[in-house]
């Protein structure tokens, strides 16, 4: 039996029993940080490696490409390009890895959204500005975590 699908109109969409959540309570920042020569994977992810406008991860470097602190991330996680929020980069992990320490590692929360359409809530053109807006600095806007979760 085939369902019948519904056309949904967003322009008049029912918002009366919409909950609001602060960002902290949509998705946790994951601060694991390892040293590269110490991280026990084959993956390093930098800025560089994520595409504008991209949910996909495509390129890819080595932990000895690196030196410093890096964050952890594993399957499922995203990493968001905290510097310079305005080139939309933010992609799905699906490796165990290590990225760089100018993103945010985000793990969605089940409970309040879907991870499967978490990375385009974070590609979403409302939530882009806002990152744009909350940005500080000249020539490298970053976004701090205590702007984010609130």
């Known amino acids: 039996m085939q369902e019948k699908?519904?056309?949904?109109?967003?322009?008049?969409?029912?918002k009366s029993t919409w909950e609001t959540f602060r960002f902290d309570e949509i998705a946790q920042k994951i601060s694991k940080t390892v040293?590269?020569?110490?991280?026990?994977?084959?993956?390093?992810v930098g800025l560089e490696h994520?595409?504008?406008?991209?949910?996909h991860i495509r390129r890819k470097g080595v932990p000895t490409d690196v030196k410093g602190g890096k964050l952890r991330c594993y399957p499922g996680d995203i990493i968001f390009?905290?510097?310079?929020a305005y080139q939309r980069k933010a992609a799905i992990v699906d490796f165990e890895g290590i990225c760089s320490a100018h993103a945010f590692v985000l793990r969605a929360n089940p409970d309040v959204i879907d991870p499967k359409l978490?990375?385009?809530?974070?590609?979403?053109?409302?939530?882009?500005?806002?990152?744009?807006?909350?940005?500080?600095?000249?020539?490298?806007?970053?976004?701090?975590?205590?702007?984010?979760?609130?």
Request: glycine share 8%.
């Open 118 to 150: 978490f990375p385009f809530f974070l590609h979403s053109d409302a939530f882009m500005h806002r990152m744009v807006d909350i940005s500080v600095g000249g020539l490298s806007p970053t976004i701090n975590w205590g702007d984010l979760k609130h």
């Open 5 to 14: 699908i519904q056309n949904i109109d967003l322009n008049n969409l029912d």
């Open 81 to 84: 390009g905290k510097r310079r």
């Open 50 to 55: 994520l595409d504008k406008e991209d949910i």
């Open 35 to 44: 040293k590269p020569e110490e991280a026990g994977v084959d993956i390093y």
